[in-house]
């Protein structure tokens, strides 16, 4: 199995902080994410005066202020985000991020990202995905709130666009903040892996690790997750997120359940074939046996170790002549 592309999911958790943002960056990269993701928005231009907070945006911020209010508090200037982007290679991490309008769209690619995330609310927003597909780069998308027909749709102008199969990916996805468990329907991903034909993967707003590690056990190949400094720190989804030792500990699960996985050959691993002779049994000598005797269920005996006949020859053995003595837990020959 390839390597689960492991994305740092820092969201807004930055607050509007650029001194915040850089060590969210040195934070996933120690940790061992492959990348750490941004927003990239203007709010004015993606989010209209009359937008109402969600349930969850109410219960982790003042009630008073709108959702652009909000919103436009926790923005990064694409000079700051330009910064972000320097400071990832120097840290050997991915940037990436997600636009929420067009002009961010060109934005990050004239940064020059390779991979275009597109989050779960614009899987609807036609004139953004063909304008990410056009640019012939990889895409992630996410897929919260869409059922299989909405994903269709949007695959398909996709590669209607410009895309290829071979550079969309898929994330399952369940968009609340946090996700409740019984909500998470892992086993989507395989509906959308088996429907598409392309890779697939899962963007996880549960609390805690499990249920991400879950995903990466049944195959996920990209795993996302949203993560904070601080979860006390004042913003609508710190509380919700990872913190950083939860991070990291999510990146060392996924990683070693990666190696676990293995190639799925049913064969005997290298660890193991020095201990088939020891566990494994062989036919033997129940008592003293003379030469010319007949072998039957009396005098011989299966038992360890598995250097001689096998067992699996029993009915074989049985009614042979012996060819000589044989002392007591003798291995037989023939």
């Avoid at 994330?171 to 329907?185: F, G, M, R, S």
Wanted: aromatic content about 6%; hydrophobic content about 40%; overall charge negative.
């Amino acid at each position: 199995m390839s390597k689960v592309f492991i994305i740092a999911e820092a969201g807004v958790n930055h607050n509007g902080d650029i001194s915040i943002a850089r060590k969210m960056i040195d934070a996933a990269a120690l940790a061992g994410a492959d990348a750490i993701k941004f927003q990239t928005f203007r709010a004015e231009d993606c989010i209209s005066r009359n937008a109402v907070k969600a349930e969850y945006q109410k219960k982790t911020t003042s009630t008073s202020e709108s959702q652009l209010e909000m919103i436009k508090k926790l923005e990064l200037s694409f000079d700051q985000q330009k910064e972000l982007f320097q400071h990832c290679r120097s840290k050997g991490i991915m940037f990436l991020a997600s636009a929420f309008d067009l002009d961010s769209i060109d934005f990050l690619n004239s940064l020059g990202v390779s991979i275009f995330k597109i989050p779960s609310g614009e899987i609807t927003n036609l004139p953004s995905l063909e304008k990410i597909a056009s640019f012939h780069k990889e895409i992630i998308l996410s897929t919260g709130m869409a059922d299989l027909e909405e994903v269709r749709i949007a695959v398909d102008l996709l590669l209607n666009a410009g895309s290829s199969r071979e550079r969309i990916s898929l994330l399952h996805c369940c968009t609340e903040y946090p996700a409740p468990v019984e909500e998470a329907n892992l086993r989507a991903m395989e509906t959308m892996r088996k429907e598409f034909g392309i890779k697939v993967g899962y963007s996880d707003h549960t609390e805690g690790i499990e249920v991400a590690l879950a995903a990466a056990a049944l195959g996920a190949e990209i795993i996302e997750k949203h993560f904070t400094l601080d979860k006390e720190m004042e913003g609508p989804d710190h509380s919700s997120s990872a913190d950083v030792e939860e991070l990291k500990k999510m990146v060392t699960g996924i990683r070693r359940i990666g190696l676990s996985l293995g190639d799925g050959v049913k064969k005997p691993s290298l660890s193991e074939k020095k201990n088939l002779p020891i566990v494994r049994k062989s036919i033997v000598a129940r008592r003293y046996i003379r030469k010319g005797e007949v072998f039957d269920e009396h005098n011989l005996a299966v038992k360890r170790p598995g250097i001689g006949i096998s067992p699996m020859r029993w009915h074989e053995v049985l009614g042979k002549i012996s060819p000589r003595d044989f002392q007591q837990d003798e291995m037989i020959v023939l």
